[in-house]
């Protein structure tokens, strides 16, 4: 498999090559240069296979040049009872006849995005290994990616995490998660800004090439392309789980904010999984809803971005949007270079009346928005009628996938997040808190470590050169 930019502007590249950093060079995002086919047959034969199976079989076709037995033991090593609870991994639970909730978020952090960072934690120790080659992992966060990629990073040979995040912006149980970790290889940089503002500082990093080659400069944010593909897997767990034998479609509900986790719907649809509808919900910052239903890509300011019960969706670029539109475009390199020098001049681009978007149906994306009061409605009934709590991103994916459900189609919910980590609002919609696992009970009267910075890239270079090694 060959790797190649979005914009057009690189030599094409193998997957190890393109894992350790995020962003191409001429500043597209990294994809292969097909989805690889995956037909009827060949998807009856996986029904048998256990998480670590199936992922083996679908990273093995991306990630063709690690070798096929150090995959298989990289797959092994992550993906185990201890480290996400059961030996499902993603366990799924009928709501109710057609509604379902693929349970996502029983590893470290309690997040989706424990189950790709934790394979990329394995996957940097293993090609750091092989070339002797030193890692410093640049990342923003707004909540979970951050501790989800330290939990993953901590202790690893080679690798340094230095995570920014916006200053006060995290729920408490977030701060509590990150800062309290204590590791020699882990560093929280809390910006004075919101999330945009920290990804901006990493994006500045990431284009002054002669920095990022002397620190050796990596990324693990969402634009990193093995996380997008790790999470494919559990697409096509939940359709083997929820399907008889015959190949009939499920739709999937999605609480995005970068645009991730539904890319990689997309991804699995398009490698020819049975997938009626993707629905990509979004909370008040609604840049995505908006071009769904009107073409109109508008990305908001750090100003405009409202800070909302369901944080980790409080994102007005959704940094892997791109890799859909270049699908949506036909791969036509030149067009996406177009749309986002558009983007970066204007602040929109607008796809409206265009061929593109009127092929807009045959990817499955709809759309909606959840509000404030949404998402506490709907933790209210899904509680009073399920006996369940769900977080508040979750919330938003149910509230908009009711939208969109079709009779005989399975609808499955991606939980995202477990709802303590999200305690203040569980508390405003029931009056309770959840219940906080054992593990976690003990984290929050620990000593909190930061360092505060304002959003000023040259200073984050300057931090970042005080605190580690030179490549050269
Ligand atoms: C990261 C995150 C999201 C958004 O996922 P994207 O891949 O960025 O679209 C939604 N919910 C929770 C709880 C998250 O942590």
Request: hydrophobic share 40%; charged share 20%.
């Amino acid at each position: 498999m060959r790797y190649l930019s979005t914009r057009g502007g690189m030599a094409p590249q193998t997957f190890s090559q393109i894992l350790l950093g995020g962003l191409a060079d001429d500043g597209g995002l990294v994809v292969p240069e097909s989805y690889p086919r995956i037909d009827a047959a060949t998807l009856a034969s996986w029904r048998g296979l256990d998480y670590r199976g199936l992922a083996f079989e679908i990273l093995r076709r991306y990630a063709d040049d690690l070798g096929d037995d150090a995959l298989r033991s990289l797959v092994d090593r992550t993906y185990t009872a201890d480290v996400f609870g059961t030996a499902d991994i993603t366990p799924l639970v009928e709501l109710e006849p057609g509604l379902h909730l693929l349970q996502l978020s029983n590893g470290p952090t309690l997040a989706f995005k424990d189950l790709a960072m934790q394979l990329l934690g394995n996957l940097f120790e293993h090609v750091l290994a092989r070339t002797g080659r030193q890692l410093n992992i640049v990342g923003a966060t707004s909540g979970d990616t951050g501790s989800a990629a330290e939990y993953a990073m901590r202790g690893k040979a080679g690798v340094r995490v230095f995570m920014l995040s916006p200053h006060g912006r995290m729920s408490a149980f977030q701060r509590a998660q990150m800062y309290t970790l204590d590791e020699p290889n882990i560093f929280n940089i809390a910006v004075l800004g919101v999330f945009d503002d920290c990804q901006d500082m990493v994006k500045a990093l990431a284009g002054d090439l002669v920095f990022k080659n002397r620190w050796s400069i990596g990324a693990v944010n969402s634009i990193n392309w093995a996380r997008v593909v790790a999470q494919v897997v559990y697409y096509f767990k939940a359709w083997l789980a929820v399907t008889g034998g015959d190949g009939s479609p499920v739709s999937f509900a999605v609480p995005s904010g970068n645009f991730g986790n539904v890319l990689a719907g997309h991804i699995a649809r398009s490698m020819g999984l049975p997938v009626s509808r993707l629905v990509v919900a979004t909370n008040e910052n609604d840049v995505l809803d908006e071009f769904f239903r009107t073409g109109r890509y508008r990305t908001r300011s750090a100003a405009q971005t409202h800070q909302t019960s369901s944080p980790s969706m409080d994102i007005s670029k959704a940094s892997n949007f791109e890799r859909f539109v270049f699908d949506l475009v036909g791969r036509d390199a030149t067009r996406v270079a177009e749309l986002w020098q558009a983007l970066e001049r204007g602040g929109e681009f607008d796809l409206s009346g265009s061929e593109a978007f009127g092929r807009l149906a045959g990817f499955g994306m709809v759309s909606g928005r959840s509000t404030h009061a949404d998402r506490l409605a709907t933790i209210r009934s899904i509680h009073a009628a399920h006996g369940r709590l769900v977080d508040p991103h979750t919330a938003d994916g149910l509230k908009v996938a009711s939208a969109y459900r079709e009779p005989g189609v399975p609808m499955i919910c991606l939980e995202t997040a477990l709802p303590v980590k999200f305690a203040e609002t569980i508390h405003e919609a029931l009056g309770v808190e959840p219940a906080v696992p054992g593990r976690f009970r003990e984290m929050t009267g620990r000593a909190q470590h930061f360092t505060l910075m304002p959003a000023d890239a040259a200073q984050l270079k300057q931090y970042i050169a005080g605190h580690c090694r030179s490549a050269s």
